[in-house]
């Protein structure tokens, strides 16, 4: 079953923030939050694994909450290079199927 | 170290033609992945391996066939292309079940069927 992404789309001025939602309506085993510049492949960001988890690596960060049905992506200080659109994915069958969220398009304007 | 390759990078077919999108990866990794991303749309996943020899149906399997009888390459077959598979292909690995790893994904081909 496909996350539910929010927003759609995101448009920000450089310095200010942002945050992209995924939900799910099951609990999940993990969620991957990836990021693809325009005709470029996807890029991995990072993967939570356990409720309550959060992690992130410099302005980039995520939490994963308590029930494991719902993560949020946090851009602080954008920069013009976080522009892109942002996938989550989860796991379905058993881990073994992956599926892709419907992405989040964030433009970053000077 | 490579990475993920796959080759080739455009093709353009006529309706009913069959062809193989090739794809390989020297990172020792279990998992490999076909998805295709249609414009403005997410990934949707095609067919997957966890394993040479082992190979699974994902959420959009008509039309295709996979075989993997390596660790590395992972080819994906259009038996009879039509011009609903005009699309970009990704293949992706990880080093085990991709819930829980990491995907390298390739660089894309990009498919036109006439």
């Known amino acids: 079953q496909q996350p539910v992404q929010s927003p759609q789309a995101v448009i920000l001025r450089e310095g200010e923030d942002a945050v992209i939602n995924c939900s799910s309506s099951k609990a999940l085993y993990s969620v991957h939050w990836y990021r693809q510049k325009h005709g470029e492949a996807p890029v991995f960001l990072m993967i939570l694994l356990k409720g309550g988890e959060q992690k992130g690596h410099d302005k980039i960060s995520a939490s994963f909450n308590e029930k494991k049905q719902q993560s949020s992506l946090y851009l602080t200080a954008s920069q013009l290079s976080y522009s892109g659109t942002y996938f989550c994915g989860t796991e379905d069958n058993y881990g073994q199927n992956f599926v892709f969220g419907p992405g989040t398009r964030l433009s970053v304007l000077p | 170290n490579a990475g993920v390759t796959q080759t080739p990078k455009f093709q353009v077919l006529k309706t009913g033609q069959s062809m193989t999108l090739q794809c390989a990866q020297d990172?020792?990794?279990?998992?490999m992945s076909w998805y295709r991303q249609d414009p403005g749309m997410g990934l949707r996943l095609i067919h997957y391996?966890?394993?040479?020899?082992?190979?699974d149906q994902g959420e959009v399997p008509n039309g295709y066939n996979v075989s993997r009888s390596t660790t590395e390459d992972f080819p994906l077959r259009l038996l009879s292309a039509a011009p609903s598979q005009t699309s970009v292909y990704f293949c992706?690995?990880?080093?085990?079940?991709?819930?829980?790893?990491?995907?390298?994904f390739g660089p894309g081909t990009r498919l036109t069927v006439l």
């Open positions: 990172m020792n990794h279990e998992y």
């Open positions: 391996s966890v394993g040479a020899g082992i190979t």
């Open positions: 992706a690995s990880s080093l085990e079940l991709a819930a829980y790893n990491e995907q390298f």
